[in-house]
């Protein structure tokens, strides 16, 4: 929860919050002296909170995270972020639970586990990050705390408010479930009460160090250095610090608990056989992104750019040698992210130039141009660019999202509609935004009903469903055709079921 912890960081969240890094750092104050023996956690109450009631619940707070301006839809993000998250769920004691890792913008050091799996990493936390296995032992620690199901049993817990909190915020949800009704002002409300019970539900000490132990173990086991995560804890110790200072406060009381913690962390890591480990150079790329997609206003746009030329300038090495070129070269394409932001495609272009010079082949740097290109209105070279890219690097959504887009900017409407029906065929859940698209193409060709269908799979998807369904009722009522009208009907009902099924769920929360 806590999608909307700080809409500035001033207002530091991470209470010790709960579901968090806060998860690593964070600890309601207990005294430190204790045994480090394998934490056992009961179970029985987690038993009120079935996983698919859990994946339901989680679902319909996602309905109202995926409108905040925080969460990041990025298809490069989200792949990256879902591919580390699944990768290392696939090594859960007792089968992988379903995961959905996305990213939210917002420079405060923070990560966050949701009811259902989903988990939520601030840009703040991926900049932090000093190698990939850094970034994946923090994710790991939280899908600990989705396969050790301490979300359902804090959820469950009749401790003080919790439950209070979590009825507000069903209450927020039910509300919004009725068509048509006031779904911006509930928006709001939810979110308050997100971030509500983040300050009521915190993990247990003993949930925090079985999750720093299972997800270190999954880690390792998936293929990262298992270091990274004492690695990430230490720079988290020290963000807690800084935090601080800006009114973060909670932190203040984590520290020896921390410490213990962390020689835990740091024995069991020792234990392991030595391995080599590699990150990916991917991990480079996002993180600059991250840099750009967090800095909102012109100043923060101006001193990401200032930093990450810093870091492509960095010493040693010329181009294309060491190491460090990756990141190098990482660190130019970020340049270039921010200076298209700042509207100047002549200096974005500079950038990627110097990115090219270091002969490293990567999907992003083939994306900025492609965007360069859109930014100068030169349709048919990022078209051509798109296509080939697609051609070149099929299992990327982005690729495949640019050459939609740029069949679009050319009037190419009825290609863009065969191949926005090919890609999701591939890909019917991942990219809700191929429906969106497809509705703008079948709009344009004059094909109403059909846009209003598209439409109403992409709120679908997005776990809007009485938007859906009004979307159909428009469809229905528009088509004199009986076999589509008893098709679109049988949609009706099929949704108008979920619905009231949702609700009873719901009910029983509040
Ligand atoms: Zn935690």
Not at 244 to 270: C, F, K, W
Not at 336 to 352: C, E, I, M, N, V
Request: proline letters at 5%; one cysteine or more.
């Amino acid at each position: 929860m806590a999608l909307k912890h700080s809409k500035t960081h001033q207002t530091l969240p991470s209470k010790c919050v709960i579901w968090t890094v806060s998860a690593l750092l964070c600890f309601p104050a207990v005294s430190p002296a204790q045994p480090a023996a394998v934490p056992t956690l009961g179970s029985p109450a987690a038993a009120e909170l079935s996983p698919s009631v859990e994946r339901r619940l989680g679902e319909a707070i996602m309905v109202q995270g995926r409108r905040d301006p925080e969460y990041i839809n990025d298809a490069d993000l989200s792949q990256y972020l879902n591919e580390m998250g699944r990768k290392i769920a696939a090594f859960a004691p007792g089968g992988a639970p379903q995961v959905d890792v996305f990213g939210v913008r917002n420079p405060v050091v923070n990560a966050f586990a949701m009811p259902g799996g989903f988990i939520g990493v601030q840009t703040g936390l991926i900049v932090l990050a000093g190698a990939e296995s850094e970034l994946a032992g923090v994710v790991a620690h939280e899908i600990a705390h989705v396969t050790q199901r301490h979300i359902a049993r804090g959820l469950t817990q009749q401790t003080q408010g919790g439950h209070l909190a979590l009825a507000t915020l069903v209450a927020a949800i039910l509300a919004a479930m009725i068509p048509g009704g006031g779904q911006a002002a509930m928006g709001i409300a939810a979110f308050g009460q997100a971030a509500m019970i983040d300050r009521q539900l915190g993990f247990s000490r003993d949930a925090e160090q079985e999750a720093d132990r299972t997800g270190v173990e999954m880690l390792r086991k998936a293929g990262y250095d298992p270091n990274g995560m004492a690695l990430m804890f230490g720079r988290l110790m020290n963000a807690s610090s800084l935090n601080e200072g800006r009114g973060g406060g909670v932190y203040a009381t984590t520290h020896p608990l921390s410490i213990q913690r962390m020689t835990d962390m740091q024995n069991r890591i020792r234990q392991y056989p030595s391995g080599k480990f590699q990150g990916s150079d991917e991990f480079w790329f996002v993180r600059a992104k991250a840099r750009v997609l967090q800095a909102l206003d012109p100043r923060a746009l101006r001193q990401a750019l200032d930093q990450l030329e810093e870091e492509a300038r960095a010493p040693g090495g010329q181009a294309g040698a060491g190491e460090s070129a990756p990141r190098r070269v990482a660190a130019w394409y970020g340049v270039s992210l921010a200076a298209l932001a700042r509207q100047d495609p002549a200096a974005a272009a500079a950038a990627l130039q110097q990115a090219q010079s270091f002969k490293i082949s990567s999907p992003y740097l083939d994306l900025q141009k492609i965007d360069i290109d859109i930014a100068n209105r030169q349709y048919a070279a990022a078209l051509t660019a798109a296509q080939a890219g697609n051609k070149r690097w099929p299992s990327r959504r982005s690729f495949a999202l640019r050459v939609s887009q740029t069949l679009q900017g050319t009037n190419k409407d009825r290609e863009a509609v065969t191949f926005l029906q090919a890609q999701i065929k591939r890909w019917p859940n991942e990219e809700p935004d191929f429906y969106k698209m497809l509705a703008v193409s079948q709009d344009r060709l004059g094909e109403s009903i059909a846009a209003k269908q598209s439409m109403a799979a992409y709120y679908e998807r997005v776990g809007a469903l009485p938007a859906a369904v009004t979307q159909l009722q428009q469809a229905r009522a528009q088509s004199q055709d009986f076999y589509v009208q008893s098709q679109i009907d049988g949609q009706i009902r099929t949704l108008t079921t979920k619905i009231s099924d949702d609700r009873r769920l719901l009910e029983r929360f509040k």
